[in-house]
């Protein structure tokens, strides 16, 4: 929805004192209330400042601030738009360098122009616009969801004025004149900050250039100090309608800057030129940590460049796996779910379904992760239906075939206590697989005694002395003087909860509760079971209990910084929309007084009475001294009861090492899944509590603080998964450790000796 308001805000074009003030004391105002006409944002803030039009070098028509939706929609007529693949706005000559609220105007204005700008001003976009009424431009131009824009808009609100920061820092370092005063070289600093944020503006380029911080996120397990404040309220959200499903997540333009900025290894590069160039059906392998996800999203991305994107079906055996590769299960895939039935009526089950038959026809390169979780059945019923469907007798119907994982990590789950048997050893891998390859260098350790040990554990061998003493000298607890403390992974999922549970009853703060919302069959409903094993296959909680304080983790890719994975602290719960006016009048909304004040202003969401204040909160508001804080501590309170108590969500504080802190509001997520007869999706918020973790959970992270538990492990593999997540040494501690129980089958063990063999 479009939000129609005719408040005008302040114009800021003389960068006078005067007009600093004016323009600081209505931030909130535009933060909170840009004017739209017809459905357009106005872009105003200076009569006099004139409107350029004209090509910079990277083909950008470049508009300055003051253009009125009837002018901005003459000039992209009369600029050829044909010629252009996007739209700058310019609003950057009305900041002055020092301050950043200042900043928060323009960007707020420019964001939002910005924002809409990727969906509108691809050219043979502009041609349909060109035929369109005045009013059909302005709904295209915003048609994204507000609220996901603006949680958009303030992401990239923050890298900018994070840039903008540390731009200005340098600025001044080295010339200590006034932002207005110029430089030797005749331009003024403003000119330089003007030409430093406008490069940061652009989306579309900041998003396609590596960021090696991602990657690094993505690992880190790091966690932040704690914020137990006192609160009395207790939440229960459901997702109202306009919060649904409104979290953005860029999956596949994240993993291209994941993997940019690595240098593969030559036995890396030979998998690529192996499957890319020479189109062999292959294996890739190696222990946890040589880069077989890093090799799989470069894999990924040349592959869909060589055949385009819909000929490259991306899956793995796993919901959890899938998530992580931006791809499907294996079950999805194939149309035929877990596939219980003959091969014969699999294959006419999937014939009736056109959707299903068109996928599989148009695959050429098919590349799977966590192979080792697939059964050997099912792969050779999957083979049988490809041939089928494809009227295509060579393996998987002539689709190309790439398959990754590591057989000693976790096994496919046994079907009511039977033994299954590995993919390795069906039929249809024999005659598929080509080649296999395997990677030795480990990445994720750096120490030999460890990564000595992890192989050992690995193969199930009896572990050497040196080995054992090691591992029981990781008996210990470790304190972390940053108060950053260490995940807990556990065997068993009651283990995990209750260390949760356990962790979460010290919190004093605010609890909320927020149940998923499941859109599944009634057949799967009624089956406790079933329901219990879907459960198992999502990530996401069916019910997420979080308090304020409590430790989390991002479990969806969410921008380059913020990745599955990342690690972070719930500050409050808001809804969006208070949240996005708050974020515009508070300088820094992650100090403890801003804590403190917007715990306070939750606790008034949903109160319908003024009467109803707790006394703490008037009590508070009485002593404040500034009367300005004063003022808008009690319009935000104010705000706050206009809401509803189930537009609440999670604000949490990310930590991004070797980076400032990313603070996000985080939405309810789409979640998919299949193999459940039906199409399957939860909507839950993506964050999951992590003090704990599961082992199958676990597997595919680096957890640089690691703390485990191996009471209680039962499965193979499940000792060296737990263990080879630990990045050192030094912060890993093990509890509970009995050689005996590490476990390793004898199949796994013959199948890669006899490819060191042939290697
Ligand atoms: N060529 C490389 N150069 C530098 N670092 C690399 C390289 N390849 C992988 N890494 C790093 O090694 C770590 C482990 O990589 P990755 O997660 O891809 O391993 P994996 O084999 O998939 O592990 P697991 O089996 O546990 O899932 C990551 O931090 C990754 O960035």
């Known amino acids: 929805m479009i939000r129609q308001n005719q408040k005008k805000y302040p114009k800021s074009n003389q960068r006078s004192i005067g007009d600093f003030f004016t323009v600081k004391r209505n931030v909130s105002s535009i933060t909170n209330d840009i004017n739209y006409k017809n459905g357009m944002p106005i872009i105003t803030g200076s009569k006099n400042s004139p409107i350029k039009q004209g090509k910079s070098p990277e083909k950008m028509i470049e508009l300055t601030h003051g ?15 044909a010629d252009h693949n996007k739209i700058k706005i310019n609003l950057m000559d009305q900041i002055t360098a020092e301050d950043d609220e200042l900043e928060v105007l323009t960007a707020v204005s420019s964001t939002k122009v910005v924002e ?48 903008l920061t540390s731009s200005q820092m ?103 030129e ?94 799977v992760d966590e192979v080792s979780m697939i059964e050997g059945q099912y792969l050779d019923k999957f083979d049988y239906v490809a041939r089928n469907v494809r009227k295509n007798n060579r393996p998987f119907g002539g689709i190309q075939v790439i398959f990754t994982g590591d057989f000693f990590q976790l096994p496919p789950v046994s079907k009511n206590g039977k033994q299954t048997s590995y993919c390795f050893e069906s039929q249809s891998w024999k005659r598929a697989i080509q080649k ?38 990781l008996d210990r607890t470790i304190e972390y003087d940053d108060g950053l403390e260490a995940t807990e992974l ?56 979080l308090k304020e304080g409590c430790q989390v983790m991002l479990i969806v890719n969410f921008s380059d910084k913020l990745v599955n994975g990342s690690i972070g602290n719930v500050l409050y719960f808001l809804p969006t929309n208070l949240y996005t006016s708050i974020i515009g009048e508070y300088r820094n909304i992650e100090d403890h007084v801003a804590i403190k004040e917007i715990r306070m202003i939750s606790e008034c969401v949903g109160l319908t009475d003024v009467n109803n204040i707790p006394p703490h909160i008037i009590e508070y508001q009485a002593k404040m001294l500034n009367l300005d804080a004063k003022g808008r501590f009690d319009k935000f309170i104010k ?12 604000v949490v504080r990310f930590k991004v090492p070797n980076h400032r802190d990313e603070t996000e509001i985080i939405n309810p997520h789409s979640f998919t899944l299949d193999g459940y007869r039906n199409k399957t999706e939860r909507q839950q918020i993506p964050l999951i509590l992590c003090y704990a973790l599961s082992i199958h959970k676990s597997q595919g992270q680096t957890i640089p603080r690691l703390r485990i538990d191996l009471k209680k492990v039962f499965e193979v593999g499940q000792v060296y998964v737990a263990l080879s997540r630990a990045v050192s040494l030094d912060a890993l501690e093990v509890r509970n450790f009995d050689p005996s129980k590490i476990k390793c089958d004898e199949k796994v063990k013959k199948f890669y000796l006899a490819m060191k063999t042939l290697e």
């Open 170 to 272: 340098s600025l001044h370092k080295t010339n200590t004149m006034s932002p207005l005063t110029k430089t030797p070289n005749g331009s003024s600093l403003n000119d330089l900050i003007k030409l430093n944020r406008t490069n940061s503006i652009d989306l579309t380029r900041t998003n396609s250039k590596a960021s090696p911080m991602a990657k690094v996120a993505s690992q880190s397990m790091s966690f932040m100090s704690q914020f137990n404040r006192p609160g009395k309220l207790e939440g229960r959200s459901s997702f109202s309608k306009s919060s649904r499903g409104s979290t953005s997540t860029k999956k596949n333009s994240v993993d291209d800057d994941v993997t940019k900025h690595l240098e593969l290894t030559d036995e890396q590069n030979e998998v690529i």
């Open 274 to 367: 192996l499957a890319v160039n020479q189109g062999l059906n292959l294996f890739y392998t190696g222990s946890a940590g040589t880069g077989k996800s890093v090799v799989l999203k470069t894999l990924i991305q040349r592959m869909k460049r060589k055949y385009g994107e819909d000929a490259v079906a991306i899956c793995a055996s796993t919901g959890l796996a899938s998530c992580n590769i931006g791809g499907i299960t294996i079950h999805k895939f194939s149309g035929f779910g877990i596939g219980e039935k003959s091969p014969d009526s699999l294959f006419t089950f999937v014939a009736k379904r056109p959707q299903a038959v068109k996928r599989w026809k148009k695959t050429r390169v098919l590349i």
């Open 67 to 81: 253009v009125s939706p009837e002018k901005m929609k003459e000039i992209l007529k009369e600029s050829q738009p």
């Open 490 to 545: 556990y065997p068993t999922r009651m283990e995990v909860t209750s260390a949760n549970a356990k962790r979460m009853h010290s919190l004093s703060g605010k609890e909320m509760v927020f149940n998923a919302l499941d859109s599944i069959s009634a057949e799967v409903k009624d089956k406790a079971a079933e329901r219990k094993k879907l459960d198992s296959s999502f990530l996401a909680e069916p019910v997420l209990k």
């Open 436 to 473: 296999t390859i395997l990677l030795n260098k480990v990445f994720r350790q750096k120490d030999n005694s460890l990564i000595e040990m992890l192989n050992e554990i690995r193969y199930g061998e009896r572990i050497s002395a040196a080995s054992r003493n090691l591992i029981n000298s």
């Open 639 to 650: 705000t706050a009861m206009r809401f509803k108590k189930r537009d609440m969500m999670p």
């Open 116 to 163: 809409s700008r990727e969906s509108m001003m691809l050219a043979e976009d502009f041609k349909k616009l060109e035929k369109s009424s005045e009013s059909n431009l302005s709904s295209n131009i915003l048609s994204t969801d507000q609220s996901n824009s603006e949680i958009q808009y303030y992401r990239d609100l923050k890298r900018k004025r994070q840039k």
